[in-house]
Nanobody
Framework: QVQLVESGGGLVQAGGSLRLSCAAS????????MGWFRQAPGKAREFVAA????????YYADSMKGRFTISRDNAKNTVYLQMNSLKPEDTAVYYC?????????????????WGQGTQVTVSS
């Protein structure tokens, strides 16, 4: 079972940037994609972006396009989320996740492994 560990969250002023990292403990032939999600207080978890390990294809939620960029470093088994022009409404716990196999499709319709999350707080 893959373990995911996020890092890079913190407190930033509006307009600032942060880069989140998600390190996977291992990868197997079934590990084909990773995704980022976020959950603000009192709100449902929402999808942010996904990326394929092979080829680097990306997919974004419409509301995340333009300010957020997902990338990966295959050699480090690490996925990143670069967040620019941050707004107070971006305040949330950010999670990375991985689907269990390619049967989840692209973009994955379900994720099976989750990290513990990293808090991002954007002050106005």
């Amino acid at each position: 079972q893959v373990q995911l560990v996020e890092s890079g969250g913190g407190l930033v002023q509006a307009g600032g940037s942060l880069r989140l990292s998600c390190a996977a403990s291992k990868r197997t032939l079934n590990d084909y994609a990773m995704g980022w999600f976020r959950q603000a207080p009192g709100k449902a978890r929402e999808f942010v972006a996904a990326i394929r390990w092979s080829g680097g294809s990306t997919y974004y939620a419409d509301s995340m396009k333009g300010r957020f960029t997902i990338s990966r470093d295959n050699a480090k088994n690490t996925v990143y989320l670069q967040m620019n022009s941050l707004k107070p409404e971006d305040t949330a716990v950010y999670y990375c996740a991985a689907p269990i196999s390619t049967h989840r499709g692209w973009p994955p319709d379900e994720y099976d492994y989750w990290g513990q999350g990293t808090q991002v707080t954007v002050s106005s």
